[in-house]
């Protein structure tokens, strides 16, 4: 079955530091999609790749899809407090209605 | 005026028992799904139903069934539970569950332990 691979499974960094999480899958992708979760929270979508090569940006945080669309990265530039939390990817397959397959997950800890 | 909301919040009970939990969303997403979180933050998807229909179904023990009474509500019932189903259960919605633009909403979770 479609598998999702993320790496690094923890991250920790000092504020300031840049920080960056690597998704990869073992087939291709209809699309990517990114969410964050919280300590004590629930995972909350932060944005969704489709074309092949796509880049997109959210203020600190740089989103790109392989050309293969079978990767994808999710790049923050100088990582603040408020960063910490799970980061995962979610992969959809083109013929799997409406499911997601979830990396494990990078959690990224902040020091001050 | 929560989007998806899940009940209970913490579950604790013994093992063997029954207990159900219950989902509602009012965001007028067509599509529910049912995710187990473990101990790693590992999530995996369970089940999921577009319009009361139940479209995905992976590898759960049949202890686990969920329930649609309408599009608005997926409920999880749990039978005879295991030390192996403590986790945290998530709830989610989507819209038009088909088209792969549309993201997910989470609720709260689900914090179960049995005990």
């Known amino acids: 079955g479609q598998q999702v691979m993320q790496i690094p499974q923890y991250q920790h960094v000092q504020e300031g530091e840049d920080f960056t999480t690597y998704c990869n899958s073992s087939?291709?992708?209809?699309?990517i999609q990114w969410y964050k979760q919280r300590p004590g929270g629930h995972p909350v979508f932060l944005i969704q790749l489709v074309k092949s090569g796509e880049v997109k940006k959210q203020k600190r945080l740089t989103f790109q899809f392989g050309e293969a669309k079978k990767n994808s990265s999710l790049h923050i530039t100088a990582t603040q407090t408020t960063d910490v939390g799970t980061y995962f990817c979610?992969?959809?397959?083109?013929?799997?209605?409406?499911?997601?397959?979830f990396g494990q997950g990078t959690i990224l800890t902040v020091h001050p | 005026d929560t989007a998806v909301s899940q009940t209970p919040k913490y579950l604790v009970t013994q093992m063997g028992n029954d207990k159900s939990i219950k989902c509602e969303q009012n965001?007028?997403?067509?599509?529910m799904y049912w995710y187990k979180q473990d101990s790693k933050k590992f999530l995996k998807i369970m089940f999921s139903y577009n319009n009361k229909e139940l479209i995905i179904n992976e590898t759960v023990p049949n202890r686990f069934s969920p329930k649609s009474p309408d599009k608005a509500h997926l409920n999880l019932h749990i039978n005879s539970l295991e030390l192996g189903d403590s986790a945290v259960y998530f709830c989610?919605?989507?819209?038009?569950?088909?088209?792969?633009?549309?993201?997910?909403?989470f609720g709260d979770g689900t914090r179960l332990s049995i005990l």
């Open positions: 979610a992969g959809r397959k083109g013929t799997s209605y409406g499911k997601l397959t």
């Open positions: 965001l007028g997403h067509d599509t």
């Open positions: 087939t291709t992708l209809s699309n």
């Open positions: 989610a919605s989507s819209y038009h569950g088909g088209d792969s633009n549309q993201p997910q909403h």
